[in-house]
């Protein structure tokens, strides 16, 4: 006998309130992912802070910009993009991007994952879904529910996707903040230099809206990593 297929997943017309901690691979992961559902958060006066991975320096990689700027470039994009958001608070961990990791670098990233929990208190967290297929997106999932068994962390966390699309259990109305989402992701422009990321990922989240809206307007699908109290 054949499987039974997936649940329908939960349309959501808003997100729930509360403080909200949000942990990206790499800048522009915050915008490309959950983008639509921090602008939502921050306009309903949610807390929201970003805590990116990685420097994010392997996203030249035909050495158009100069090296010795970059970092501080990547950085100021996700500022900038954050801002079209609403979100003013953000903190760079500063890891190498595209790296092998290590037992010992895991267990560094889960120190900083865990931290960030117990300094942030949040009541919900998003984090990449676990089979996203970029390494860092992948080693991010590990780093931030081993964090959050260590933090004893008992609220929600939802994973978002980016490189790999899921079968959600979620799907978040974003299309009344869409346009702000698009300029979050404009603001990455040595990343559009390369890739044309915001077409794929704004495609994706009109996809999203098939299900419950006929195919009209926007939606950001996202897989329940832990339900919360």
Known sequence: MSEAPPAVPQLLAGVPRGRVLVFAPHPDDEAAGPGGALCLHRQQGDPVRVVVATDGVAGDPDGRYDKQTYTN??????????????????????????????ASDIELGVQHATAAIAVMQPDLIYLPWRLEGHPDHHAL????????ARASYRGAAWGY???HAMVPDLILDITAVVERKRAAMLA??????????????????????????????????????????
């Open 73 to 102: 470039l990547r950085r100021a994009e996700s500022r900038a993009g954050l801002r079209a958001l609403g979100v003013d608070d953000v903190s760079f961990w500063g890891f190498p991007d595209s790296c092998t990791l290590s």
């Open 141 to 148: 999932h590990t780093i931030v529910v081993q964090a959050m």
């Open 161 to 163: 996707e980016v490189w």
């Open 188 to 229: 990455h422009q040595s990343q559009i230099a390369y890739v044309r990321y915001d077409h794929c990922m704004l495609g994706l989240n009109a996809y999203r809206s098939l299900i419950h809206h006929r195919g009209q307007g926007y939606g950001e699908a996202f897989c329940i990593v832990q339900a919360g109290r």
